[in-house]
Nanobody, 124 residues
Framework: QVQLVESGGGVVQAGGSLRLSCAAS????????MGWFRQAPGKEREFVAAKSRSAGSTYYADSVKGRFTISRDNAKNTVYLQMNSLKPEDTTLYYCAGKGAWIAITTSSSYDYWGQGTQVTVSS
């Protein structure tokens, strides 16, 4: 069992930056693929980025490629999402999630563990 807690959300002007953190409980954090998703009210949960267990592989949604960076520190049981050049359309609730295998990484239903979400608001 893994518990995930996100932090770092807030309000920022367009073009600004935020870094989200997701702290995991348990001693097996390094065995999980970690991902970030976002979901606006009334819309489906959207894949943002994923990082493999050893941090050797990374994958991004086209909408954030070149602006967002996912990283992980297995010693701290934490995964990060550095968000630069933020746009108003990035405004929504962001979730971190964990799963066992590096397959179907863009599919939210394939993840086993979820945090409660952190709100990001980008003003124009």
């Amino acid at each position: 069992q893994v518990q995930l807690v996100e932090s770092g959300g807030g309000v920022v002007q367009a073009g600004g930056s935020l870094r989200l953190s997701c702290a995991a409980s348990g001693r097996t954090f390094s065995s999980y693929v970690m991902g970030w998703f976002r979901q606006a009210p009334g819309k489906e949960r959207e894949f943002v980025a994923a990082k493999s267990r050893s941090a050797g592989s990374t994958y991004y949604a086209d909408s954030v490629k070149g602006r967002f960076t996912i990283s992980r520190d297995n010693a701290k049981n934490t995964v990060y999402l550095q968000m630069n050049s933020l746009k108003p359309e990035d405004t929504t609730l962001y979730y971190c999630a964990g799963k066992g295998a590096w397959i179907a990484i863009t599919t939210s239903s394939s993840y086993d563990y979820w945090g409660q979400g952190t709100q990001v608001t980008v003003s124009s």
